[in-house]
């Protein structure tokens, strides 16, 4: 199980949630010269340890447990997903 980031992340990146995620699983970071390239940040559910500590960070509350997710933005486990098969 991981955390999903979902649709309402999109234009906002706001990034709190990668200065409490503790194990550094959310990317792209502010620092990656690639950034601006993404319209999202993503987790990595492979390093995700469900601590939840990301979701109240979240201003737009875009990060869901998976099991959680809303049913209108399922393909966004995908999503966050491919970002790492793409992007390592
Ligand atoms: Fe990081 Fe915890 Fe959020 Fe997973 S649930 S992305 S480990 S802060």
């Not at 995700?48 to 737009?60: A, F, N, Q, R, S």
Request: proline share 9%; with cysteine.
């Amino acid at each position: 199980m991981t955390h999903i980031i979902a649709e309402p992340c999109k234009g906002t990146k706001d990034t709190a949630c990668v200065d409490v995620c503790p194990v550094d699983c959310i990317h792209p970071t502010k620092d990656n010269p690639k950034f601006e390239d993404f319209d999202q940040l993503y987790i990595d559910p492979d390093t995700c340890i469900d601590c939840g500590l990301c979701v109240d960070e979240c201003p737009v509350r875009a990060i869901f447990p998976e099991e959680d997710l809303p049913e209108e933005w399922s393909d966004y486990v995908q999503v966050n997903v491919d970002y790492y098969d793409q992007n390592g």
